[in-house]
């Protein structure tokens, strides 16, 4: 009988701590997110992303992707004249941690209609980089480094070549 009594009482009477833990939901996992790049955004280029996982290890992104003004660091302000409308796609696989939230290798192209006082023609770029992106409470935060290759240039203005790539991210998952 008293080690009848002394099972109950051991399972009622549980660490505070440990009752306080089993009430709590832990972070689900999500799915979506939904953000933009503010460091592109300083260079003239305006991204919005949202990306879906799929699994663990993988993700893809889309959303728009334009040109707005030069920037000292890619091109000559003064005589580039050049503005983009166009889309992103990008892709990562998740090397560490669960999609979308670790590690991650991605790969993005850019293919946009370019244009300047005199016309337009198709345009873009592609990148490879490598990064990391952060989920908390629903925020997220994203950063990597890479390579880019601008085709981003008409009559000799615009962006055109390799360059560094850089990508940062703030948005919400859901």
């Known amino acids: 009988m008293f080690?009848?009594?002394a099972s109950t009482a051991s399972a009622e009477g549980a660490p505070v701590e440990q009752l306080e833990h089993e009430h709590l939901d832990p972070e689900p996992?999500?799915?979506?997110?939904?953000?933009v790049d503010p460091l592109t955004f300083a260079l003239g280029f305006a991204h919005v992303q949202l990306e879906r996982s799929f699994g663990e290890r993988f993700s893809?992104?889309?959303?728009?992707?334009?040109r707005f003004f030069?920037?000292?660091?890619?091109?000559?302000?003064?005589?580039?004249?050049?503005?983009?409308?166009?889309?992103e796609l990008g892709a990562r696989v998740f090397f560490y941690g669960a999609a979308p939230e670790g590690a991650w290798v991605m790969v993005r192209g850019v293919l946009a209609y370019i244009r300047d006082d005199e016309g337009g023609a198709a345009g873009g770029y592609g990148s490879a980089l490598v990064g990391y992106t952060w989920v908390r409470r629903r925020l997220v935060l994203s950063g990597g480094l890479g390579l880019n290759y601008f085709a981003y240039s008409l009559r000799g203005q615009g962006p055109s070549g390799f360059a560094p790539a850089a990508h940062t991210l703030i948005g919400v998952a859901f």
Not at 60 to 66: A, D, E, I, K, Q
Not at 70 to 87: M, T
């Open 70 to 87: 030069s920037n000292p660091l890619l091109s000559d302000p003064e005589l580039d004249g050049v503005r983009g409308y166009g889309a």
């Open 3 to 5: 080690l009848l009594m």
């Open 60 to 66: 893809l992104y889309v959303g728009p992707s334009f």
């Open 29 to 35: 996992q999500y799915r979506w997110t939904l953000g």
